[in-house]
């Protein structure tokens, strides 16, 4: 079995300032690996995926994330946040070969600061 | 292309009674899954429907049950509704390809009174 933790619950910033959001995940096998954000009331968007490859993956809104097996993290991370970016974000797995069934962290609330 | 439907938005129920809610998939996507989304309990998976079948369930008593129809729609239901049941209920479609990402819908949201 697979499991997520977001180690910061909430991260407050200034706009215009760089953030990272972190996550690591335990797993036994090869691993997919997602971020997805929830804006107030709506679904959740998916940022961006890693499934193999290049372990720097470049998602929307200007956010990337670093895949690093032997740290077992995925911290997603932005050099200058707007006040448009305030919203949970939730780091999630699957285990390699489906990207269908998701294991997600509890998620980061991040509140960006005029 | 349309995203993910999910009807009712919002649904308020008593404890006893059931609830079924719908989702509609994205055009062509094969695959529908469904989350639960609470405060304590943060999102977990329900279960996943491809091609009418159940193909993954995740750790929900026998209360909560699905089908999936030939047009790719899906429903859900929960029986003698609880209290701790009151949640936001996300659909999810893909393709039928392992690393096809999942479409969130906007949820339906379940307040059990």
């Known amino acids: 079995a697979q499991s997520v933790t977001q180690l910061d619950s909430q991260v407050p910033v200034f706009e215009e300032a760089p953030v990272e959001l972190r996550c690591n995940y335990s797993?036994?096998?090869?691993?997919?690996l997602f971020w997805y954000v929830q804006y107030p009331n709506q679904g959740l968007q998916l940022l961006l995926k890693y499934l193999s490859g290049s372990t720097l993956v470049k998602g929307i809104n200007g956010f990337e994330a670093e895949f690093n097996k032997s740290q077992t993290s995925f911290h997603l991370r932005k050099p200058s946040v707007h006040i448009s970016d305030t919203a949970e974000y939730f780091c999630a797995v699957s285990q390699g070969g489906s990207a269908r069934q998701l294991t997600f962290g509890s998620g980061t609330q991040l509140t960006v600061l005029p | 292309k349309a995203g993910v439907t999910q009807t009712p938005r919002y649904l308020i129920k008593t404890r006893g009674q059931q609830v079924t809610l719908s989702c509609s998939p994205i055009s062509g996507h094969r695959s529908v899954s469904w989350y639960q989304q609470t405060p304590g309990q943060g999102l977990q998976f329900l279960f996943e429907?491809?091609?009418?079948?159940?193909?993954n369930k995740g750790n929900f008593p026998g209360r909560f049950s699905g089908r999936q129809f030939s047009n790719s729609r899906s429903e859900m239901n929960v029986s003698t509704l609880e209290l701790g049941d009151s949640a936001l209920y996300l659909c999810a479609s893909s393709s039928n390809s392992g690393t096809d990402t999942q479409y969130f819908g906007p949820g339906t949201r379940l307040t059990v009174l």
């Open positions: 797993s036994s096998v090869s691993v997919y």
């Open positions: 429907y491809f091609s009418e079948t159940q193909r």
